[in-house]
């Protein structure tokens, strides 16, 4: 049976006193994601800011903080992926590499890009000659965003200098990562000033996962929310913002995420299986469902859905 990181084990504890069960811990031969990061891109404390959210987090170092970002871990293969290159990627990759501790490889077989914002793919900056210098790591990205990158630097010298080669996704179609696993890509409306945004189905051996860090609005989506949850086993859900009151000094247009609360009264009428897939990610520094204690946190766990929290296993 494969240890699992101290730090992943102390989540573990935590998300189940909190009501989010673990579903699933790895074995030598299993494939898993991991849950790397859960706050919204520019991350938690939030630069500048003076709200109590943040105030006293300048003064600690929260290992429960990182931008949003998950895991893939194929044991059997000695291989692993990551969702989303964020400005905490060098943790990441490190924590990401402890669930394969005999494999010599630093860093991830591939990164599956979801768009251009900063927290969602910045993070390449580290597989450059000013750090790790890495050497054809696959990037997998929709095609306005491999353009984006092969002509605009910094980028661009990861390209020419071969740290990284892109693999271009196309909508709706699976990417093979190994028998039993793929990945496809589904576009989702969201600001789109420099690539397209994606969310993901990943299928493993047995059990399926949803991951849509952003998008607009739930009903502006050519596809049906509740009938993507019902097709996989997870669904990890935008979850940017509780509720409006949290972005008073915020013109709410410029920033269309679905509130925690319009999600929760769009899924009430599901039966408590459906529920239960729903699993909410991506959370701005005010964000009250960063706190396990919170009132907001007791609401949705009461309601039947999830939180992600740093560390969480989902058997695939």
């Known amino acids: 049976m ?23 811990t790895p074995n030598e031969t299993g494939v898993f994601l991991v849950v790397l990061g859960t706050v919204q891109d520019a991350g938690s404390p939030h630069i500048a800011c003076k709200k109590a959210c943040c105030a006293s987090l300048f003064l600690m170092n929260d290992h429960s903080r990182r931008v949003v970002s998950l895991g893939l871990v194929d044991l059997s293969n000695r291989s692993k992926y990551l969702f ?37 793919y910045t993070g390449l900056m580290y597989l450059g000659k000013e750090a790790i210098n890495a050497n054809q790591v696959r990037v997998f990205a929709m095609p306005k965003m491999k353009i984006f990158l092969e002509n605009n630097g910094p980028w661009s010298q990861l390209v020419t200098n071969k740290n990284i080669v892109i693999s271009e996704l196309t909508d709706g179609e699976s990417v093979s990562l190994a028998s039993g696993l793929q990945v496809k890509p589904l576009r989702v409306p969201h600001r789109d000033e420099y690539s397209e945004t994606v969310g ?30 019902s097709k996989v086993d997870y669904a990890f859900l935008d979850a940017t913002f509780f509720d409006g009151e949290e972005i008073n000094n915020r013109d709410i247009s ?45 609401e949705v766990l009461e309601n039947g859905y999830r939180i992600a929290r740093m560390n969480d296993i989902f058997k695939l």
């Open 2 to 24: 494969m240890l699992l990181p101290q730090a992943g084990i102390m989540a573990q504890n935590q998300s189940l006193a909190t009501g989010n069960n673990i579903s699933g």
């Open 200 to 229: 993901y189905v990943i299928q493993g051996p047995e059990k399926s996962a949803l991951f849509i860090p952003d998008i607009d609005k739930w009903g502006q989506w050519n596809l049906n929310i509740i009938e993507q949850i």
């Open 84 to 120: 989303e290159a964020t400005p905490d990627m060098t943790m990441q990759m490190k924590a990401l590499k402890g669930y394969v501790p005999d494999d010599p490889k630093e860093t991830p077989d591939g990164i599956f890009l979801t768009h251009a914002h900063i927290g969602h």
């Open 254 to 298: 410029e920033i269309p995420h679905p509130f925690v609360i319009e999600s929760m009264e769009r899924f009430k009428n599901l039966p408590s299986e459906e529920k239960s897939k729903i699993i909410f990610i991506h959370f701005n520094h005010t964000n009250p469902l960063l706190d396990p204690e919170s009132e907001a946190t007791r």
